[in-house]
Nanobody, 122 residues
Framework: VQLQASGGGLVQAGGSLRLSCAAS????????TGWFRQAPGKEREFVSA????????YYADSVKGRFTISRDNAKNTVYLQMNSLQPDDTAVYYC????????????????WGQGTQVTVSS
């Protein structure tokens, strides 16, 4: 499975971005998709996740009410709509395939994409 994240960029505080995570290959081997982010000097942290059917979604407390995860299985793509962005949201955002366990643990994921930079200016 290959996952490729895109859609990052530079935005002012209060603005919005939509990230995309396109999957290819044997996508049947993963049970969901998650988004994580990593800011300079910090550990990678969970942002959001969605199961394969799209019926269950998960969010970190820091993004609840601002970010929305969704998926289009016809396009093998997961989206992360990010609204009301703040400078603290600045990070490289990664998507990965969920293999089982807890959705918020990096150890539950494999097939990490290359990441896309999100920069929010104040």
């Amino acid at each position: 499975v290959q996952l490729q994240a895109s859609g990052g960029g530079l935005v002012q505080a209060g603005g919005s971005l939509r990230l995309s995570c396109a999957a290819s290959g044997r996508t049947s081997t993963i049970y969901g998709t998650g988004w994580f982010r990593q800011a300079p000097g910090k550990e990678r942290e969970f942002v959001s996740a969605i199961n394969w059917s799209g019926g269950r979604t998960y969010y970190a407390d820091s993004v609840k009410g601002r970010f929305t995860i969704s998926r289009d299985n016809a396009k093998n793509t997961v989206y992360l709509q990010m609204n009301s962005l703040q400078p603290d949201d600045t990070a490289v955002y990664y998507c990965a395939g969920f293999l089982g366990g807890s959705y918020s643990y990096t150890q539950s994921y494999s097939f990490w994409g290359q990441g896309t930079q999100v920069t929010v200016s104040s």
